[in-house]
């Protein structure tokens, strides 16, 4: 007779082994095992337990080699129906497992860790034990017969698969047990304090212990590992010794308190935002899908828009998500809305703790809140009835993530859009060329803001020969005329910005005797020089080493510190400009909890003249007293590896430039280049975005670019060179096959395997293959087969195979 089975498909899995496995439903979870539902089950030969997510339940006549779910910990998706349709949207689109997807769409908060553990059974162990099992014994009646599986292998040597731990397995003397945990454990925040302490220490642990005695309210865990350039061990080590104390303390929750409430009746649309504005509001009200592009050079007042739109889908009894590129841009953002529109606006980004980002997510889902403004990840809110998604600064690369699932909100947004037939609306004072290509086709409607909404004129731009500055002897970073601008500026009372997208103090360190790179021992990229720690640190994967200035490669003391970052431009701003009070942004000084709105508030109150920063400070931000507006260090953009590298640079200096003259007075630029004749900064200075696209898509279309074609990058990721190299030829060899054979006729281009531009991080080496093609249902079908082929061969398997349709960053 048939019997209910769930197809779940299991956490860790490859994508080529991403299938719906059957488990049968024990009868005490059959009113909780649904489609959409997570569970834990017993998997592999081991019967180790992992998560899974449910796809289906359907009829089986033959369950007698199916095992039971464990447990059903969380039903999020079974209560969603469009959120688990994503799911599986997502793993065709991304080539993403399905677990991934749902882990994706789910905040950590509802998430849980699988903690396994070994009991023991005295009764049942045998007359004789071999030394090692006798050792296990021993260690597992130190613990009163319960012991981490992870410490029980640690303390016998043993490996998972051992001979002699499945005989107690087996016999019964040992067992396995399972503890779920969720991942959230309430909003705290580990902080240490030093102890009057006398003993003996290593080095690295007085070096800790001194610094933190200079801190009378001690530090977080995560300041003193920045700080001292230690290990998680270190600190665990002098907490051995009684040197210092860790204590977990509630974190300050973010609240965006405001100091009154506006009617957003009250807000007025110029005529030309109203012809903006009409048009949308009039097909929400339809309830028709329909995507649009809203065109507004910097300071046109596409929020006022943004307003008014949104009260539009409240009124209409629908809700709105707003998509903001950058965390440092949500404080503004939150702040206006929260005036206008109090508590029905909810707030996702990863600033915030993992308790209030589940928090935010239950007040959604519950109908409390049905204005949701974040980053990326709060395409997926959990809304059920959508009127409009909005995605600010709709070019920005940060909308794309980097790690599985590889979507664009972009994609999500539109998903999204069309099953609540809502509108989707992109918006941007620098659209992208695959956006502004669409627009112009007539793919999706097209608006546009052409004035600024003060009236004032756009800033006034100044390029500086910085081979002249050399020449004439100026060796900072900061030129001449630049310093002279600020001198200006901060004499009048209003305040600047300085954009530099390098952080730390020097980005390079050489020996001036070998020409050797200090670089990552893990990752093959040049360490970065922070002045505030004293240390050389990897951006890729955190590796630091304290700064000796010898050459690790000849051992000379001849290392030359090179290049600038954000750390340097501060330290020149104070000795040409003491009086002035200067505020640093960038990923090391905003690392503490609220730190981004705290610097903002600060400089919109008139606390500081000049704001120094990298691309956080560029883009969104609205502060009427800035007239001046610095660019440095713009070539390093301009000459990137990527075939947007034009199209990056002249969205980022005209989003930088737009920050100046939003108030009463003008505004002025200055970009310091080596490259003052070039194309794109002339026309980014001029603010000219149709000529630069008509242009740009000239180059596109000569050398197969999109729109003119779709890219696929597909990433070899292993701990030997040789073996990715392997994998990588074979799969193009897979590829043309299938080209050749049943996909006769897919467009197709292959170019690999070649390496990444930073070929190891680390310890892994990173290869790709480039494709250029139509990504439609067709081609997926294929690669996906190439895909499964390969995880054929065996002897590759250790090789990890990812798929980007949106690798900006590396073509």
């Known amino acids: 007779m048939p019997e209910t089975v769930a197809k779940i498909a299991v956490d860790n899995a490859a994508f080529y082994f991403d299938k719906p496995f059957s488990y049968k439903i024990p009868p005490a979870l059959r009113e909780e095992v649904a489609p959409g539902a997570r569970v834990t089950v017993p998997f592999g030969r081991g019967n180790k337990r992992r998560s899974g997510l449910v796809l289906e339940l359907c009829q089986e006549e033959d369950t007698s080699r199916c095992k039971e779910i464990a447990s059903v910990y969380d039903r999020e998706l079974c209560e969603n129906e469009e959120l688990f349709k994503l799911v599986f949207y997502l793993r065709e689109t991304t080539f993403c497992t399905y677990y991934d997807a749902a882990k994706a769409i789910l905040p950590a908060g509802v998430g849980i860790t699988i903690k ?9 162990l045998p007359p004789a034990l071999t030394p090692r099992q006798q050792s296990a014994v021993e260690a597992l009646r130190a613990r009163r017969g319960r012991l981490l599986c992870a410490d029980l292998l640690a303390a016998t040597g043993w490996k998972p698969d051992a001979r002699e731990l499945r005989e107690l397995l087996e016999c019964g003397a040992l ?51 920045y700080q001292t350039g230690v290990g998680r061990t270190v600190v665990d080590n002098l907490k051995k010794k009684g040197a210092l104390a860790l204590f977990e303390q509630e974190s300050y929750r973010e609240v965006f308190d405001v100091a009154g409430r506006e009617d957003p009746g009250g807000v007025v649309l110029t005529p030309a935002q109203a012809a903006v504005y009409d048009p949308l509001s009039a097909a929400m009200a339809k309830r028709a899908y329909g995507c649009s592009l809203l065109y507004g050079v910097t300071g046109s007042g596409k929020t006022l828009v943004f307003i008014k739109l949104i009260e539009n889908a409240l009124r209409l009894g629908k809700q709105a998500i707003l998509l903001v590129p950058e965390i440092a841009l949500t404080p503004q953002v939150i702040t206006r809305f929260k005036t206008l529109f109090g508590e029905r606006v909810a707030v996702l980004h990863s600033g915030l703790s993992v308790g209030e980002r589940a928090s935010e997510y239950r007040r959604i889902k519950e109908g409390k809140a049905d204005i949701v403004i974040g980053t990326r990840s709060a395409v997926f809110a959990p809304l059920r009835n959508i009127g409009i998604i909005i995605l600010d600064e709709e070019q920005e690369g940060s909308y794309h993530s980097d790690s599985s699932p590889k979507y664009h909100a972009r994609d999500v947004a539109r998903f999204r859009a069309k099953y609540h037939a809502a509108q989707l609306v992109l918006a941007s004072a620098t659209p992208s060329v695959l956006t502004f290509s669409a627009a112009k086709r007539g793919e999706i409607a097209l608006y546009q803001l052409p004035e600024r909404y003060s009236g004032n004129a756009l800033p006034q731009v100044e390029l500086v020969d910085m081979k002249a500055e050399l020449a004439s002897g100026n060796t900072f970073e900061i030129s001449r005329p630049l310093a002279r601008q600020i001198q200006l500026a901060v004499g009048a009372g209003h ?58 490669n000849c051992g000379d003391s001849h290392l030359r510190l090179l290049g600038a970052g954000t750390q340097k431009v501060e330290d020149q701003l104070e000795l040409l400009f003491p009086e002035a009070r200067i505020l640093r942004m960038d990923t090391d000084t905003t690392v503490s909890k609220d730190s981004h709105r705290a610097f903002l508030q600060a400089f919109a109150g008139g606390e500081y003249d000049i704001l120094v920063g990298t691309q956080m400070v560029a883009k969104g931000l609205d502060f009427p007293n800035v007239t001046l507006v610095g660019v440095l260090g713009i070539d390093h953009v301009l000459g990137g590896q990527s075939y947007r590298s034009f199209e990056r640079c002249f969205s980022l200096v005209t989003q930088v430039v737009g920050r100046g003259g939003r108030g009463a007075q003008s505004g002025r630029a200055v970009i310091q280049t080596f490259d003052p004749q070039n194309r794109v900064l002339g026309l980014a200075s001029r603010q000219d975005y149709d000529a630069f696209f008509a242009e740009e898509m000239q180059a596109r279309k000569y050398l197969l670019y999109p729109p003119f074609c779709d890219l696929c990058l597909i990433g070899l990721t292993g701990a030997k060179r040789e073996r990715c190299i392997e994998a990588g030829r074979a799969l193009m060899e897979i590829l043309q096959r299938l080209a050749q054979g049943n996909y006769r006729g897919v467009p197709l281009r292959l170019m690999g395997p070649t390496p990444f531009l930073v070929e190891r991080v680390s310890d892994k080496y990173r290869y790709k293959i480039i494709v250029k093609c139509k990504n439609n249902r067709t081609f997926r079908a294929l690669l996906r087969e190439a895909i499964a082929a390969l995880a054929q061969q065996v002897s590759l398997r250790d090789v990890a195979v990812g798929v980007d349709f949106h690798p900006d960053n590396e073509i």
């Open 175 to 225: 067992e396995r047990d399972y503890q779920n945990r969720r991942r959230y454990g309430g909003d705290q925040i580990t902080w240490a304090k030093a102890i009057p302490f006398t003993g003996k220490l290593t080095p690295k642990q007085k070096a800790v212990y001194d610094w933190l005695c200079t801190r009378e309210e001690g530090a977080t865990l995560k300041e003193l590992l």
């Open 116 to 124: 396994e553990y070994f009991l023991l059974r005295e009764e049942l």
């Open 495 to 552: 305040q600047v910005i300085l954009l530099i997208n390098r952080r730390g103090y020097n980005t390079t360190a050489v020996c001036s005797s070998c020409g050797a790179v200090a670089r990552c021992k893990h990752c093959d990229i040049p360490l970065t020089y922070h002045r505030q720690n004293g240390r050389l640190v990897c951006h890729y994967c955190g590796y630091s080493v304290e700064l000796t200035g010898r050459c690790d």
